[in-house]
């Protein structure tokens, strides 16, 4: 990460603890009083990403993912796989036992 896209990213996050509205102004009214220089165009971008986005929200449910609770019909599929696991091992194990039967070995 650059260290103005770093910069814009904790300004916001600044505005976002002191439950001020995320602007493109605000945050370059903070990378000035943190003596930050970065590009003109960062910290607009920055603001127009996040602003359909609860920065506070995001932040919490980081670790939450989207599909957390599985649907109905999704525990039956995983079930499903589990069942033909032995059947994938067996055929793996034949296999190997194929290449060991191609009629040399390493140290022939």
Known sequence: ???SE???VYAALILADDDVAITGEKIQTILKAAKV???PFWPGLFAK???SCNVKELITNVGSGVGA???PGAAAAAAAP???APKKEEKKEESEEEDD???FGLFD
Do not use: F, I, K, Y
């Open 1 to 3: 990460m650059d260290t």
């Open 6 to 8: 770093q910069a814009c």
């Open 69 to 71: 609770a599985p649907a």
């Open 37 to 39: 220089d970065v590009e």
């Open 82 to 84: 589990a069942a033909d």
């Open 49 to 51: 990403a996040l602003e």
């Open 101 to 103: 039967d191609m009629g």
